[in-house]
């Protein structure tokens, strides 16, 4: 049985890079950029005013001067300017040709047609041309995920498309004879399949789209062609029929679909009965156990990072941070667990709160959980206010 990062690492040699495309800017949100950005142009493309006041020769103050022609942004002066004059300018607008210094409209005692203004330092309140982004400056990395932050800055370069990773879809298959589709009434010895929701919600946020195929019923050959069906998408993820009980079909099924398996099992709680192989040497397959906590914490730690990894991310890993448990924990040696906690921040420390209920089939200890506290593999015995890594699913 692997090791979580001994499987982590098992998976990552094996995911393939997507290909490129490219986009419309305002599609791009959340993707990763595919090539280095480089400034064709530069921010800002002119200097300008950073206020409202006054542009004039430093050189000539304090004085008062005569205001002679007014510029807002999007207008420009094309005229000479002569000595000992000011301008009255707004933020935004060209400083006009020979001008060198914008006295702020605060500092400016306006009598008529006349200003009086202080000294004042040559550059002040001009924002120059390229201060932001020179042309040849690299503007935004490959491999970065486009937010708001670059997708402003990609915009202000005129840049209509993007390059950026095709987005890796992702079949869904649920598996088990009790489940049943959301919408229809469970009988008695029935469920809801909720694990292939929170999936389809989970996927999203690693850039891929899903693909609910459907519940696979507990019987290899449907299981099987159902599996097969799949390969056209850029990954397929089962849940359910991992174990090693009777009905647990998918390890076959798998195999009868040309998957190849590299992992059947990882030393993790929950989540121990997780596989992973590729179809025809290319199509990743994951096959996560189906206890819906179970799913949750084998997407975070093998199926975000590998979508991701397709996308050719530099970051395909959350965040983490060392937290203090307000509980101690006996565990057996030999597993890494995973405990689902609501970490809060007290001053400069992380304080992690675990939810009382930790089982594997506890839908509601995922609720308001915002950080999955891993509890090393060694580790038997931990006592209360013990500090562990933290997996960080938000900002805290
Ligand atoms: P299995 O791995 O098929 O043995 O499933 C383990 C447990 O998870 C069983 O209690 C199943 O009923 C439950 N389970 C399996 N698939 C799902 C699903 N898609 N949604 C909710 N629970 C599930
Ligand atoms: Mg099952």
């Not at 990062?5 to 305002?26: C, D, F, G, N, Y």
């Not at 950005?37 to 800002?44: D, E, G, K, N, S």
């Not at 019923?217 to 993820?237: C, E, F, G, N, Q």
Request: a neutral charge; hydrophobic letters at 45%; proline letters at 8%.
């Amino acid at each position: 049985m692997q090791s979580v990062e001994e499987a982590a690492k098992t998976v990552a040699q094996r995911i393939q890079r997507l290909p490129m495309e490219r986009i419309p800017l305002s599609e791009a949100r959340g993707r990763i950029l595919a090539e280095n950005i480089v400034a064709t142009r530069f921010l800002p493309p002119f200097d300008n005013s950073a206020m409202d006041g006054f542009a004039v020769r430093s050189s000539e103050l304090p004085a008062t001067l005569p205001i002679v022609a007014k510029v807002a942004a999007g207008q420009v002066l094309t005229d000479a300017i002569p000595p000992r004059v000011a301008i009255r300018i707004m933020t935004g607008a060209p400083v006009p040709q020979g001008l060198d210094t914008v006295v702020i409209q605060e500092d400016a005692k306006v009598e008529g047609s006349q200003v009086t203004l202080p000294a004042s330092p040559v550059g002040d309140n001009i924002r120059r041309a390229g201060e932001d982004v020179a042309a040849g400056d690299l503007a935004v990395r490959a491999g970065e995920r486009l937010n708001a932050a670059e997708l402003g800055l990609l915009a202000a370069l005129g840049m209509v498309e993007v390059p950026v990773a095709r987005s890796p879809r992702i079949a869904i298959i649920a598996t088990g004879d009790e489940l049943v589709s959301i919408g229809d009434t469970p009988g008695p010895s029935q469920i809801v399949d909720s694990s292939a929701h929170t999936l389809a919600a989970l996927i999203p946020g690693a850039g891929g789209t899903s693909n609910y195929i459907g519940i696979a019923k507990d019987d290899p050959i449907t299981m099987a062609a159902l599996i097969a069906s799949a390969m056209d998408h850029d990954v397929v993820i089962t849940t359910g029929g991992v174990s090693v009980g009777d009905r647990d079909h998918v390890r076959a099924a798998l195999k009868a679909a040309g998957v190849e398996l590299e992992l059947w099992k990882v030393a993790m709680k929950p989540g121990k009965p997780f596989s992973f192989g590729l179809n025809n040497g290319r199509v990743p397959v994951f096959g996560l156990p189906g206890n819906p906590v179970s799913t949750f914490v084998a997407f975070e730690l093998f199926v975000r990072p590998a979508l991701l990894a397709m996308q050719g991310a530099t970051n395909t890993q959350r965040p983490r941070a060392p937290v203090s448990l307000i509980r101690g924990y006996r565990k057996q040696a030999g597993r890494t667990h995973y405990i689902r906690a609501r970490v809060v921040r007290n001053g400069e420390h992380l304080i992690a709160h675990p939810h009382p209920k930790q089982g594997s089939a506890i839908l509601s200890s995922l609720v308001g959980c915002n950080a999955l506290v891993e509890l090393p593999a060694e580790a038997t015995e931990i006592q209360p206010n013990t500090v562990v890594p933290a997996i960080l699913l938000e900002a805290v």
